[in-house]
């Protein structure tokens, strides 16, 4: 079946540090991976994605590669802003959906900290 | 402008007295859906609709009910709300293709007293 893991928050950054959130997948096809971001008080908003492996989805500093030989699509940002801080999930969509067709991790919060 | 919309974006209640959060997406999209957040819990999608007509349940679909007669709408039914079911709730919408995100509209917190 499909599911998506990531790695658990919170986190806590100063402003200028790196980040890495993980993220690692289980899919039965070949499925598109995104990073979603939610500020404070928000609905969640599409931050990158990618739709086949070794493919890199990029955003507002953000990065994510599809591995597929590692089945991940860890999120970096080399300089965190104390406006990145938000909580961040990851998913799946699943190709060859008869049902069900998006997967998403439990979300890791971000507090960046001047 | 695309977007995903729903109302009310707040509501307070009492347990037993039905409600409905309405749910509309203006970009003719196939896939819908409704998650709840909770604190620790991420988001756990409580029902789902494929087209018009075609709803199936998520991961927690107890206490809710949905209906899909019309492309745009998903309204998500609570026919008798208890205090569990308290919580930040948020509506969905995509093209169905797999490539596609999901567009997600700006969550209604209900308080079930």
């Known amino acids: 079946g499909n599911s998506v893991t990531q790695m658990e928050g919170p986190v806590t950054l100063s402003e200028e540090a790196f980040l890495t959130i993980n993220c690692t997948y289980t899919?039965?096809?070949?499925?598109?991976l995104f990073w979603y971001v939610q500020y404070p008080g928000e609905g969640l908003q599409l931050l990158l994605k990618?739709?086949?492996?070794?493919d890199k989805g990029s955003n507002k500093g953000f990065e994510a590669t599809y591995r597929k030989e590692t089945t991940s699509f860890h999120l970096e940002k080399g300089s965190v802003q104390v406006s990145d801080s938000a909580v961040y999930f990851c998913?799946?969509?699943?190709?060859?959906?008869?049902?069900?067709?998006?997967?998403f991790g439990t979300g890791t919060s971000l507090t960046v900290i001047p | 402008e695309a977007q995903v919309t729903q109302n009310p974006r707040y509501l307070i209640t009492v347990t037993g007295k039905k409600l409905t959060v309405t749910c509309s997406q203006n970009?003719?999209?196939?896939?819908m859906s409704w998650y709840r957040q909770d604190p620790g819990l991420g988001l756990r999608q409580i029902y789902y609709?494929?087209?018009?007509?075609?709803?199936d349940k998520g991961d927690v679909p107890e206490g809710y009910k949905v209906s899909r007669k019309e492309k745009r709408n998903f309204p998500l039914i609570l026919e008798s709300p208890s205090p569990n079911q308290t919580s930040l709730y948020f509506c969905?919408?995509?093209?169905?293709?797999?490539?596609?995100?999901?567009?997600f509209g700006p969550g209604t917190r209900l308080t079930v007293t």
């Open positions: 990618a739709t086949k492996a070794d």
């Open positions: 609709s494929m087209n018009v007509e075609v709803t």
């Open positions: 998913a799946l969509s699943d190709p060859w959906y008869t049902g069900n067709q998006f997967y």
């Open positions: 969905a919408s995509s093209s169905g293709r797999s490539t596609d995100e999901q567009y």
């Open positions: 899919a039965t096809g070949y499925p598109s």
């Open positions: 970009m003719n999209h196939e896939y």
